[in-house]
Protein backbone atom coordinates (compact mmCIF):
# COMPACT_ATOMS: atom_id res chain seq x y z
CA UNK A 1 0.00 0.00 0.00
CA UNK A 2 1.43 3.53 -0.91
CA UNK A 3 0.20 6.67 0.09
CA UNK A 4 0.10 10.24 -1.79
CA UNK A 5 -0.32 13.06 -0.17
CA UNK A 6 -1.49 16.13 -2.46
CA UNK A 7 -3.30 19.64 -2.20
CA UNK A 8 -0.13 21.60 -1.62
CA UNK A 9 0.29 25.11 -2.93
CA UNK A 10 0.99 28.42 -2.66
CA UNK A 11 -1.17 30.57 -0.36
CA UNK A 12 -0.74 34.24 1.23
CA UNK A 13 -1.02 34.12 5.17
CA UNK A 14 -4.31 34.12 6.50
CA UNK A 15 -5.50 31.52 3.61
CA UNK A 16 -6.49 27.74 3.61
CA UNK A 17 -5.58 24.62 2.19
CA UNK A 18 -7.26 21.52 2.17
CA UNK A 19 -4.42 17.75 1.93
CA UNK A 20 -5.33 14.76 1.00
CA UNK A 21 -4.05 11.53 1.49
CA UNK A 22 -4.96 8.71 -0.96
CA UNK A 23 -4.02 5.01 -0.46
CA UNK A 24 -3.57 2.63 -3.30
CA UNK A 25 -4.14 -0.84 -2.67
CA UNK A 26 -6.78 -3.30 -1.64
CA UNK A 27 -7.59 -4.22 2.16
CA UNK A 28 -5.97 -0.86 3.01
CA UNK A 29 -6.35 -0.40 7.02
CA UNK A 30 -4.60 1.17 9.98
CA UNK A 31 -4.58 1.56 13.49
CA UNK A 32 -4.04 5.51 12.96
CA UNK A 33 -3.48 8.04 10.20
CA UNK A 34 -0.91 11.05 11.14
CA UNK A 35 0.00 13.93 9.44
CA UNK A 36 3.90 15.33 9.47
CA UNK A 37 5.84 18.10 7.68
CA UNK A 38 9.29 18.82 6.85
CA UNK A 39 10.44 22.49 7.05
CA UNK A 40 13.21 23.20 5.57
CA UNK A 41 16.43 22.92 8.09
CA UNK A 42 14.04 21.44 10.55
CA UNK A 43 13.27 18.08 11.40
CA UNK A 44 10.29 16.30 10.98
CA UNK A 45 7.04 16.94 13.05
CA UNK A 46 4.12 15.83 14.07
CA UNK A 47 0.79 17.83 12.74
CA UNK A 48 -2.07 15.70 13.65
CA UNK A 49 -3.67 12.06 13.74
CA UNK A 50 -6.98 10.58 13.35
CA UNK A 51 -7.92 7.24 14.52
CA UNK A 52 -9.36 4.45 12.04
CA UNK A 53 -11.59 3.45 14.95
CA UNK A 54 -14.04 5.86 16.46
CA UNK A 55 -12.03 8.92 14.26
CA UNK A 56 -10.20 10.57 17.61
CA UNK A 57 -8.17 13.20 16.78
CA UNK A 58 -4.63 13.95 17.93
CA UNK A 59 -3.15 17.49 17.22
CA UNK A 60 0.12 19.30 17.64
CA UNK A 61 -0.17 22.62 19.52
CA UNK A 62 0.93 24.80 16.66
CA UNK A 63 -1.85 23.74 14.62
CA UNK A 64 -4.45 23.65 17.29
CA UNK A 65 -7.89 25.76 16.47
CA UNK A 66 -6.28 26.29 12.80
CA UNK A 67 -5.92 22.60 11.50
CA UNK A 68 -8.47 19.96 11.23
CA UNK A 69 -7.87 16.17 10.52
CA UNK A 70 -10.07 13.89 8.75
CA UNK A 71 -11.17 10.83 6.84
CA UNK A 72 -13.26 9.69 4.73
CA UNK A 73 -16.16 6.74 5.68
CA UNK A 74 -14.18 4.21 4.43
CA UNK A 75 -11.16 5.20 5.74
CA UNK A 76 -8.83 5.31 2.78
CA UNK A 77 -8.63 8.61 2.17
CA UNK A 78 -7.39 11.17 4.70
CA UNK A 79 -7.54 15.00 4.90
CA UNK A 80 -5.97 17.54 6.49
CA UNK A 81 -7.88 21.08 6.61
CA UNK A 82 -5.66 23.96 7.18
CA UNK A 83 -6.91 27.37 8.28
CA UNK A 84 -5.14 30.96 9.09
CA UNK A 85 -2.41 29.66 7.68
CA UNK A 86 1.15 31.15 8.43
CA UNK A 87 4.95 31.60 6.89
CA UNK A 88 5.51 28.99 9.72
CA UNK A 89 3.15 26.52 8.56
CA UNK A 90 5.28 26.55 5.80
CA UNK A 91 6.82 22.81 4.82
CA UNK A 92 6.17 19.54 2.63
CA UNK A 93 3.68 17.90 4.38
CA UNK A 94 3.47 13.85 4.37
CA UNK A 95 0.86 11.46 5.62
CA UNK A 96 1.73 7.68 7.00
CA UNK A 97 0.03 4.94 9.02
CA UNK A 98 0.29 3.50 12.22
CA UNK A 99 -0.70 -0.55 11.46
CA UNK A 100 -0.98 -0.68 15.76
CA UNK A 101 -0.44 0.79 18.84
CA UNK A 102 3.12 0.19 18.96
CA UNK A 103 3.81 -0.01 15.81
CA UNK A 104 5.84 3.09 13.61
CA UNK A 105 4.48 5.25 11.49
CA UNK A 106 5.23 3.98 7.63
CA UNK A 107 3.92 4.06 4.48
CA UNK A 108 5.31 7.23 3.96
CA UNK A 109 4.63 8.67 0.35
CA UNK A 110 5.80 11.41 -1.73
CA UNK A 111 5.39 15.00 0.34
CA UNK A 112 3.26 17.72 -0.71
CA UNK A 113 4.91 21.12 -0.95
CA UNK A 114 2.53 23.68 1.41
CA UNK A 115 4.39 27.69 0.77
CA UNK A 116 2.62 30.32 3.17
CA UNK A 117 3.73 33.70 1.98
CA UNK A 118 3.42 36.81 4.10
Known amino acids: VQLQASGGGLVQAGGSLRLSCAASGRNFSYYKMGWFRRAPGKEREFVAA????????EYADAVKGRFTISRDYAGKTGYLQMNSLNPEDTAVYYCAVKKGLSTPYMNWGQGTQVTVSS
Open 50 to 57: IFYRGGDT
